[in-house]
């Protein structure tokens, strides 16, 4: 989160000496072919010269800091039944989500398949039904030109996201070009916030598992449903504090804190008091210290654990942040602190305000580790609606010391059950169909014409009968098929006499009425 130097970002002016704001600025440089040359490496790392070093699965460099953490290794066959699993909820959402949430949430919580788990994100966290409502949103934002005043901050930013992944070791790579993409559209969607240091970490591990447009959208969703009112301009001023916090020390900082945006402010000490049910011995020790949150849990918070965590642990806890939402940022944290500063024996080493910030800062590896962190993260009883309360409460006590909160944001949204009965995706149109469904090989009889079998019928009967040569008498009438066989004669009920001084429009009614009881029957027989 610190600024750097102008000559450290992989600054690329176009041929004008200006910035254009599109992905081509990235992409130029002084030599056109030797860019040409590296655009088509299938590799980032194979560009700058880190072809022979091995990547794990996860795309880092082997060795590096990124890639430490013991990893869970899931067996195959297993794998394979959970990703089945996952196709079905998949390519069933909408149902699964309705009726057996609590069976995502379990699976979320043993694990998204990693081939899957690009797709999980999106429709966890609404960005695919983001993306339906808005089609051609992001291009028209990609082909934009963007504010020089964030797209000079941004550039400066880029080679700091994840150095040693393959997707982001080149200078100007398509790792690079892709979260420079995703980042200026944030500023020119939410002009009014701009960009935040933090959004970048955010963005790059998305970027990781999904394209540029994907990416984007979860990123909205981040920034707007789960973790609102974290990123703005008003938080930028921090970077260079959280520069001299590492650089001289602690009490450098202090000052600067007062920038930080209300919404990380406020979910610090809803942590801390959190912090004094779950461990009371390192809450009481930071109180003694006068250690304030924001010193240990802003990067916590605002990167969601992406620069904390190894990165196995990392990914197993967005998977259950997106189903679940900010409930198990909280949880991870309080996790963190439990077991960093929770027993007299941890806290010897701890005797002042550096020590102790020194000890957050270099968690022992055994806490990260992905099943023991996971599983205590699962375990650990703190609720939606304990987090809620204590917001309250702590919002009351801003009001009380400090006034109104300066901005509001919008409220929070508790995972992806929430968030998709906020915002429902696209219905499929409702199509009309028959209420009478006929086998394919039937035909459909007209109105003059009657059945087969009952014109059988009647022919049988009449031949027993012999009223084949008997003419008809005067109420009497030869009923013709279409077909050209004749019906014995049937008696026809004697018409109702109309009166000779009846009007028009009654007789028009008089004949509407026997067509429409016709009409009936007909219908009545189908």
Known sequence: ?????????????????????????????????????????????????????????????????????????VPLEVLRQRE????????????????????????????????????AWQYLSGGKVKLQQNPGKFDELDMSPGDPKWLDVIERDLHRQFPFHEMFVSRGGHGQQDLFRVLKAYTLYRPEEGYCQAQAPIAAVLLMHMP?????????????????????????????????????????????????????QLDGEILFSLLQKVSPVAHKHLSRQKIDPL????????????????????????DMFFCEGVKIIFRVGLVLLK?????????KACQGQYETIEQLRSLSPKIMQEAFLVQEVIELPVTERQIEREHLIQLRRWQETRGELECRSPPRMHGAKAILDAEPGPRPALQPSPSIRLPPDATLLTSKAKPPKQVQKEQRRTKASGQLDKSPGPNQATVVTASG???????????????????????????SQESLTSQESEDTYL
């Open 1 to 73: 989160m610190a600024k750097s130097s102008r000559e450290n970002g992989p600054r690329a002016p176009t041929a004008g000496g200006s910035l254009s704001g599109t992905r081509e600025s990235l992409a130029q440089g002084p030599d056109a072919a030797t860019a040409d040359e590296l655009s088509s490496v299938g590799s980032d790392s194979e560009a700058n010269g880190f072809a022979e070093r091995r990547i794990d699965k996860f795309g880092f460099i082997v060795g590096s800091q990124g890639a430490e953490g013991a990893l869970e290794e």
């Open 485 to 511: 066989d004749a019906c014995p004669p049937q008696d026809v009920p004697p018409k109702d006499p109309v009166p000779q001084d009846s009007a028009p429009q009654d007789l028009a009614f008089h004949h």
């Open 84 to 119: 089945s699993k996952w196709l079905d909820m998949l390519n069933n959402w909408d149902k699964w989500m309705a009726k057996k949430h609590k069976k995502i949430r379990l699976r979320c919580q043993k694990g998204i398949p990693p081939s899957l788990r690009g797709r």
């Open 339 to 347: 077991h960093a500063l929770g027993s007299p024996e941890k806290l």
């Open 212 to 264: 540029a447009e994907q990416a984007f959208w979860c990123l909205v969703q981040v920034c707007e449903k789960y973790l609102p009112g974290y990123y703005s301009e008003k938080l930028y001023s921090i970077g260079s504090s959280y520069l001299m916090l590492t650089q001289y020390g602690l009490w450098s900082c202090c000052v600067a804190l007062l920038f930080l945006q209300e919404a990380i």
């Open 295 to 318: 010193l240990y849990m802003t990067e916590w918070f605002m990167c969601a654990f992406a620069r904390t965590l190894p990165w196995s642990s990392v990914l197993r806890v967005w």
